[in-house]
């Protein structure tokens, strides 16, 4: 493996694991994060269970897309990438991408509609990863 593969491997390995991380994260938490309680003006407490159900059920809905991204990316990287299989040269940006991009838009729209913090350093981060890793795997 040359050095800009090993790179390229390296940014797609962070990914999967901030992917994987974030995902269970969000699967995992019993409630709402602190820019959900900014947003609603109410503290968790304060909210209906039908409410709270609700707003777990869309947590647990993002949190195991992310993983499942980050399971998706994984399976690329390890069974094709480093096979040296070059559809996945262009298959995982794509997939990666398309499901950050997602994330980023829904942070972004989160944002525009309530002015709250959400973390956009998440899917800027995913994305950012993923292009530089793309990137240096055209070098090889």
Known sequence: ????TLAAF????VTIVFALYVGFMYLLKPRFFAYHEWVLGKKWEELDLKLQTLILAFMKGIGGA?????????????????SGDMWS?????LVSLIGWGIWLYLMLFERGKTGAKAPLFVP?????LILVGSILSLFQ
């Open 124 to 128: 800027i981060t995913g994305i950012a």
């Open 10 to 13: 390296v940014c797609y390995l």
């Open 1 to 4: 493996m040359d050095g800009f």
């Open 89 to 93: 040269y262009f298959a995982i940006p």
């Open 66 to 82: 992310i993983i499942a991204l980050g399971l998706a990316i994984l399976a690329m990287t390890f069974f094709a990438f480093l």
